[in-house]
């Protein structure tokens, strides 16, 4: 068996690829289909872009603690001061109550935009 091998590099087949389109689609079809090709790209790279950005929203934590906390109080506090909540004059089961209805509200926002 014969075998026949092509010792073409990339540049080469740039030129092969070209002349085919050319050749398909004649010169007068040329610029429209590459502004149409334009669009598509302009358009995949702007929805790459929105579904980033929502995965990067999706991934964001609420509760943010810097520094260690001695007691279950401290703690709990932190996160509710890093939600917005206020916790003077609660007990630990309303604060913690409160956080999880807020989280659960993060997580209801996020889901309706979509």
């Given at each position: 068996m014969l075998e026949f091998s092509l010792n073409?590099?990339?540049s080469e087949w740039m030129i092969i690829i070209?002349?085919?389109v050319v050749?398909?689609?004649?010169?007068?079809?040329l610029p429209g289909a590459a502004k149409k090709m334009g669009k598509v790209v302009s358009e995949y790279n702007s929805?790459?872009?929105?579904?980033?950005?929502?995965m990067k929203e999706v991934t964001e934590e609420v509760p943010k603690i810097s520094g260690p906390?001695?007691?279950e109080r401290e703690k709990l506090e932190?996160?509710?001061?890093?939600?917005?909540?206020?916790?003077e004059g609660k007990t630990d089961d309303e604060i913690q109550k409160e956080i999880s209805t807020k989280m659960g509200q993060k997580t209801t926002e996020t889901s309706e935009k979509k």
């Open positions: 073409i590099g990339g070209f002349v085919a050749l398909v689609l004649g010169t007068g079809k929805a790459k872009n929105e579904i980033q950005q929502q906390v001695e007691t932190m996160i509710a001061k890093s939600a917005g909540i206020i916790t």
